[in-house]
Nanobody, 124 residues
């Protein structure tokens, strides 16, 4: 199995910046598409941005031009640079990854994992 751990959330003033990180761990695995999702109180979880293993990314309209997603395949990591933050960006942010892993007998397992979430609060 693959576990994801996010970090980097916190309290920031409107117009400020934060950088979220997500690190994957496990045995004999390879990450495919990774993404950041967010969920505000009383709202559904929504895609913020995702990125393929080859670095092709897409963004939600609400964050386009302000957020940048990136990844480091060698370190099984993904990042979200968030600039010009607004109060509407306040939410719990979750890391998500599609992966393939191999058992001790080389049986492939394809699945998706979620991190535990990190809170981002934008407020003056």
């Amino acid at each position: 199995q693959v576990q994801l751990v996010e970090s980097g959330g916190g309290l920031v003033q409107p117009g400020g910046s934060l950088r979220l990180s997500c690190v994957a761990s496990g045995r004999r695995f390879s990450l495919n598409t990774m993404g950041w999702y967010r969920q505000a109180p009383g709202k559904q979880r929504e895609l913020v941005a995702d990125i393929t293993r080859d670095g092709i990314s897409k963004y939600a309209d609400a964050v386009l031009g302000r957020f940048t997603i990136s990844r480091d395949n060698a370190k099984n990591s993904m990042f979200l640079q968030m600039n010009s933050l607004k109060s509407d960006d306040t939410a719990a942010y979750y890391c998500n990854a599609d992966w393939i892993a191999y058992t001790e007998t080389d049986v492939p397992i394809v699945a998706r994992s979620w991190g535990q979430g990190t809170q981002v609060t934008v407020s003056s």
